[in-house]
């Protein structure tokens, strides 16, 4: 057993399962043509977290992924100012339940700020599709905004939520950051490769519940 723990803590804290186990949930994603984005009838963008505590601003309470998924958003609308931009994403940990205002607070810093619509009564993937039904039909074009590794679990639950026309948007790639180059130090474990691991099996463990809840 303890050989076990020390083996699963080792190739969870290297980078070579994490990239693994990444770039096959991320490499399938590309950036959209510019024909697909001007199609696109809004922007979505699915917070990524945020931290809870009064003094706080709004970009402290971002994590890092979640940084980087708002400020491919805001790239976005900033290229196509008329489409609207929904965040879309809430903190049940948090006492005020708010996330995705954060987001928006942090947006308009960035110089966006018409046509955000922020919807912070969902928890997690699945509620965050649902509620997007009352404002969109199943065949509305919709670019999806989020983690390359979040995108296939997110596609699978718009797809049995009955929408058929989602265009994936990867704001960033993990696997990258974690790409071995078997250079000495890539063989000693690092808190960095533990959290990536973190991501890539909650992906999987989230895949694997709603194919079974789906079922």
């Known amino acids: ?15 070579f399962l994490p990239y ?3 770039k096959h949930l991320e490499e399938p994603f590309s950036t959209p043509s510019k024909a697909k984005l001007s199609e696109a009838r809004a922007f ?4 990524g977290g945020s931290y809870d ?8 309470r971002l994590p890092r992924d979640a940084l980087l998924r708002l400020l ?3 790239e976005l609308k900033k290229k196509y100012p008329q489409k609207p931009l929904f965040i879309i994403g809430g ?3 948090a006492n005020n339940h708010k996330e995705a205002s954060y987001y928006k607070e942090v947006a308009e810093k960035l110089g966006v700020k018409d046509k955000i619509v922020i919807v912070e009564n969902v928890y997690d993937t699945v509620s965050s599709v649902k509620a997007l039904k009352k404002s969109f039909s199943p065949d509305t074009s919709l670019v999806l905004i989020s983690s390359a590794y979040h995108l296939k679990r997110s596609l699978y639950l718009f797809k049995k939520e009955g929408f058929s026309n989602i265009i994936p948007y990867p704001a960033h790639y993990n696997y990258k950051v974690c790409t071995p180059h078997f250079r000495i130090w890539d063989f000693f474990p690092e808190p960095l490769y533990l ?6 099996v909650h992906e999987y463990l989230g895949l694997l519940y709603y194919k079974l809840k789906y079922r």
């Open 1 to 15: 057993m303890l050989f076990l723990v020390i083996f699963t803590y080792y190739f969870s804290a290297t980078p």
């Open 91 to 93: 903190n049940f940990k």
């Open 72 to 74: 491919k958003a805001v």
């Open 20 to 22: 693994f186990m990444l």
């Open 195 to 200: 959290e990536m691991t973190n991501k890539a």
């Open 53 to 60: 505590a009064p003094q706080m601003s709004p970009e402290e």
């Open 44 to 47: 979505l963008l699915f917070t």
